[in-house]
């Protein structure tokens, strides 16, 4: 059945006549006949009577009309529902965030975003940098937050930060006495690594292993806090990015030195689907982000964002 005919038959009706409809429709009345009788021949059935100069459905007709009417409520619920999404008057964005950057970033950025925009639900999915980036592949959410990895070429990746990836280890641990500590020694001790899929490692063992290097032995664990409590405990060391550990640093729980002729870093993007289009509130989130941003220094840019939003 064509939507086009039974809109005609439809406002034919709800108008009570031809000429009405045409002008409600901004077409020529004899479209409109031409719709309605196009339907009826579709249909096999009359569905209008002309009564003296009064129009009257048939029983068909008022068949038709009925849902017609729900037809075209639900077309309009539609309509509204989806200029309610570009008006923000309502939407739900689903993000991929690593665990630092959603124990971190996120509890900095969502409450001002949200304070802005309050009918866009956010959901958080934690995972490593490389399965983000696989979610994403999969579409089980629009954008990621992401410790950069290499990136297939159906990702696209906007820069947003950068952090230090920091060295730690107990106060108490041997080491701690240094200066600063080269990695062939650290080599000789145990460390302990976040997992497999992390950018953190990807960075860290590239420095090893350009070295010729190998640690000793090695731990991995995919939880951060559980990482600094072994090293907190003197069961090695580890490297995690300096907004995970500064408040253990400050406090003298954990302990940082610097690496001989090295330094490592970690760039943190937002990436989605190359060619997608993005619902209106991911690319609200998106801009939103990019109001907030400061390409060389993660823990500036939560001092910042922090001030902002205890200030506003």
């Known amino acids: 059945m064509n939507l086009n005919q039974l809109r005609g038959f439809y406002t034919v009706l709800k108008t009570g006549s031809f000429s009405r409809a045409a002008e409600e ?30 129009l009257h459905p048939t029983a068909a007709g008022r068949i038709l009309y009925e849902y017609g009417e729900k037809i075209f409520t639900l077309v309009d619920e539609a309509v509204n529902a989806v200029q309610g999404l570009q008006d923000l008057k309502h939407g739900h964005l689903r993000v991929g965030v690593t665990q630092a950057l959603a124990q971190y970033l996120m509890p900095v950025l969502i409450p001002g975003f949200q304070e802005r925009y309050p009918h866009i639900t956010v959901s958080m999915d934690g995972g490593s940098s490389r399965g983000l980036v696989e979610g994403i592949l999969q579409q089980r959410y629009e954008l990621a937050v992401v410790a950069r990895v290499p990136y297939p ?6 820069p947003y930060t950068r952090d230090n990836i920091l060295l730690i280890i107990s106060p108490h ?15 000789k001790e145990p460390v302990i690594l976040t997992g497999a899929k992390s950018a953190v490692k990807f960075s860290v063992w590239k420095g090893f292993e350009k070295r010729g290097l190998h640690p000793a032995a090695i731990i991995e664990a995919g939880n951060i806090e559980f990482i600094k409590q072994l090293v907190e405990k003197g069961k090695g060391y580890a490297f995690l990015a300096s907004v995970c550990v500064l408040e253990e640093i400050r406090k003298g729980v954990l302990a940082t030195i610097p690496i001989e002729d090295e330094s490592f870093t970690v760039d943190i993007d937002v990436i989605h689907l190359r060619g997608r289009t993005l619902s209106p509130a991911a690319s609200t989130f998106l801009a939103f982000m990019q109001e907030h941003r400061k390409s060389d220094s993660l823990r500036i840019l939560t001092d910042e964002i922090t001030k902002k939003t205890t200030t506003s």
Do not use: M, W, Y
Not at 173 to 187: F, G, I, M, T
């Open 153 to 158: 070429d159906k990702i696209t990746s906007i």
């Open 173 to 187: 641990h041997a080491l701690a006495k240094k200066e600063q500590v080269s990695l062939a020694e650290l080599a």
């Open 25 to 54: 429709l901004c077409v020529t009345e004899p479209a409109v006949f031409i719709q309605v009788r196009s339907l009826e021949r579709h249909l096999g059935f009359t569905l209008l009577d002309k009564v003296g100069n009064e």
